[in-house]
């Protein structure tokens, strides 16, 4: 039955075109609602979502047809609604009407009276009310403004007779008197108006009996200063002159409040469009102007450049936050001092800037932004402790002004990625955006939409790469790397892993990786062999998590493996990103009885004073410092043996990476090296593989 009413009511009311073309025209909202705990709403017209400004499909979306969730901002109105609906029920009533608040998609608070009528009709077991809903804000609005005006009157009224040479007081209330006393004002001196030429502008149109409306200050007989808002109408003639009743509205507070409203406003706008870094233009201020500018010019107008100041992070280091700070300012203004009108900059983040020029020629744009380098670096506290602040740019010539900006400032960052292999001796190293990027870009994106389908198929295979013993010539042990083995062939790590690590998937691959290294090792210890310590990379994206090693825990407490045969390896580039966290992070790794590895040692700002306070079990050397196949150069010689014997000395074991030749197995040999891992031996080859060198067979599941 209650679905033959509910047939029935839907084909009356939502299927009825003469009736809900009557209700928007008469501009009122009609909506059928369950009376649950929700106000579910089951059906309403088109007018009910013109009213609230979402379209049907996105209120659906995003409330669930709830009007409690649409309420979820507005907690205060929702539970005087929620109140009247309860009230109206327990009086046994058919019905309420009801005049509250509710906030249009926009932010703006309307005013909307509500007739409501309950039926008997019931779905689920809820009983169905139907809802008329009109938006009466300027109606509500007209009545409050009246209330407040005619509740906050002050009552000043006087009466003046217009005379030619000024205004002869007649008579006024005693609130006015009281106040300026009574008074005549000669036009030549008015004895209590601050601004008199307001009186003379009027004066002649008094005279011949028209109504007037300005604006006074004046001064009372106490001595302060008044705003007053003056009407002013004719009410009588008296030897030719005329009589004139004028109201007075004391607007001081009014003008201070606006005044004060100037400010916040400024105030607002500052926060909404000004980086208080760079005191400039900040994204929202720049994604309006200059997407503004490039939406209203033509194809080829302009060119979008995203310059980065290169390893920004050690200025900060070497100088404090704050000097970076003023650092990031003198950029800003020096390039601001060189645009052109109609062209924008803005700091987008950290040291991020984004650049909106007029197009030009490559030897054009790159000239424009070497002088801007070249001025960045007359800052005098650089010159004094003579730091050269250098760039990287990205250059997106705009050819399809309709892309969202957004896609056009990403295209000029891929292209900033890659400036490193720019060339040019100035400060700027600069790179278009190419057809290589796109495509790279769209393989990218192809990857992504791919990467999580491919894990749950296992797409991703661990490999190993032995580290040999040079005291035991064996393999004492190995690093896990991961290949994807796409359908269409292997895709290198170098593809995937930067793309991984930047949209966080890698947290994902890295947990992975070192579940199957578990599991292998598992497999390995229930055939009574002696299983090799295997070391795995994690990513500094875990880092970002003070628990990431619960994630590790659980899953080798799954396969029972011991943590001795398990090492993590970081990369030297994490202890200049935070040296004093990545410590907390390497003590709660080895109090987990894993073993911990800095990788990559030297491939960037080695610094061999951090040593001392890292308690890592390894120091992996980076293949940097095997710059010669043959090792003939004395002095690379000593920081080799330097390095390897200072890593003894804080009972770390040495594993040197990338060695090639067996004259550099020899040398490091003789330097006491611990382990060597690289193509010398062997490259990372497939778990089968790795066993028969390893083990001398393979081992079986």
């Not at 009122?28 to 400004?53: M, P, Q, R």
């Not at 689920?124 to 403004?145: H, K, W």
């Not at 991984?500 to 990786?513: K, M, P, R, S």
Request: charged fraction near 25%; charge should be negative.
């Amino acid at each position: 039955m209650e679905n033959q009413t509910k047939i029935f009511v839907d084909n009356a009311i939502g299927q009825s075109s003469e009736y809900n073309m009557l209700m928007n025209l008469s501009r009122l909202s009609v909506s059928k609602h369950l009376v649950d705990e929700h106000f579910t709403l089951i059906w309403a017209n088109e007018y009910y979502y013109e009213l609230i400004g979402y379209p049907k499909e996105e209120y659906e979306r995003l409330f669930e047809n709830r009007p409690d969730k649409f309420y979820a901002a507005d907690p205060e109105n929702w539970k005087i609604l929620v109140d009247k609906v309860t009230e109206t029920l327990a009086s046994g009533a058919s019905g309420y009407h009801f005049i509250g608040r509710m906030r249009h998609k926009s932010g703006r608070m309307m005013w909307v009276k509500l007739a409501n009528v309950f039926t008997d009709e019931r779905i689920n077991g809820y009983r169905v009310s139907y809802t008329v809903m009109a938006d009466v804000s300027e109606l509500q609005q007209t009545l409050l403004e009246q209330s407040i005006t005619y509740n906050n009157i002050p009552g000043f009224i006087a009466k003046f007779r217009i005379r030619e040479n000024g205004f002869e007081f007649v008579e006024a209330n005693e609130k006015f008197t009281r106040l300026f006393g009574r008074s005549d004002y000669a036009l030549d001196s008015p004895v209590a108006v601050r601004n008199p030429a307001v009186l003379r502008d009027n004066h002649e149109l008094m005279r011949r009996g028209e109504p007037v409306n300005f604006v006074l200050q004046a001064r009372e007989q106490d001595g302060n200063n008044v705003w007053l808002q003056v009407s002013g109408e004719c009410m009588d003639w008296q030897d030719g002159d005329p009589l004139y009743l004028f109201v007075y509205i004391d607007i001081s507070e009014l003008l201070e409040q606006r005044e004060l409203q100037k400010q916040t406003s400024q105030r607002l706008e500052q926060l909404a469009f000004v980086d208080p870094v760079t005191e400039g233009r900040n994204r929202t201020s720049f994604d309006i102007d200059a997407g503004g500018a490039i939406r209203s010019a033509a194809p080829g107008s302009y060119a979008l450049v995203w310059l980065d100041i290169q390893k920004f992070k050690l200025v900060n280091d070497f100088f404090g936050v704050e000097a970076g700070d003023r650092v990031l300012r003198h950029c800003y203004k020096s390039v601001q001092a060189h645009l052109e009108d109609g062209e924008y900059v803005a700091r987008l983040a950290a040291d991020g800037f984004n650049l909106l020029l007029w197009d030009a020629t490559r030897e054009r744009l790159e000239e424009r932004l070497n002088r801007m380098a070249e001025d960045v670096n007359r800052f005098e506290p650089i010159v004094r402790r003579k730091y050269i602040i250098s760039f990287s740019a990205g250059i997106y010539h705009i050819d399809d002004p309709s892309l969202p900006l957004i896609q056009i400032q990403d295209r000029a960052n891929i292209a900033r990625k890659n400036a490193g292999a720019a060339v040019g001796n100035g400060l700027c190293a600069c790179r278009m955006y190419s057809e290589q990027d796109r495509l790279r870009s769209l393989r990218e994106k192809e990857m992504e939409n791919r990467m999580r389908g491919a894990l749950e198929r296992g797409e991703f295979i661990v490999y190993l790469q032995p580290k040999q013993s040079l005291k035991k010539s064996s393999i004492a042990g190995a690093e896990a790397l991961v290949r994807w083995n796409a359908p269409e062939g292997l895709i290198s790590p170098a593809e995937f892993i930067p793309l991984f690590e930047q949209n966080g998937f890698i947290v994902d691959l890295d947990l992975y990786v070192f579940e199957q290294v578990c599991a292998m090792q598992r497999k390995w210890l229930d055939n009574g062999v002696a299983a090799v310590p295997v070391s795995v990379n994690m990513s500094r994206t875990h880092l970002s998590d003070p628990h990431f090693l619960d994630h590790y825990e659980s899953i080798r407490q799954k396969y029972g493996t011991p943590p001795e045969l398990l090492e993590i390896e970081l990369t030297e580039s994490l202890v200049f990103e935070n040296p004093q966290l990545l410590i907390r992070f390497i003590d709660q790794i080895r109090a987990h009885g894993y073993h911990c590895s800095i990788d990559d040692f030297g491939s960037g700002y080695s610094s061999l004073n951090i040593l001392k306070d890292l308690n890592v079990n390894a120091l992996k050397l980076d293949r940097v410092f095997f710059s010669s196949k043959e090792v003939g150069n004395a002095r690379e010689q000593v920081v080799i043996v330097s390095v390897i014997d200072l890593a003894r000395k804080l009972s770390m074991v040495t594993v040197a990476e990338g060695v090639e030749t067996e004259p550099q197995v020899d040398f490091l040999r003789r330097t006491e090296c611990d382990m060597v891992q690289g193509y010398v031996f062997a490259r990372p080859v497939p778990l089968a593989e790795f066993e028969r060198m390893a083990y001398g067979r393979e081992i079986a599941a």
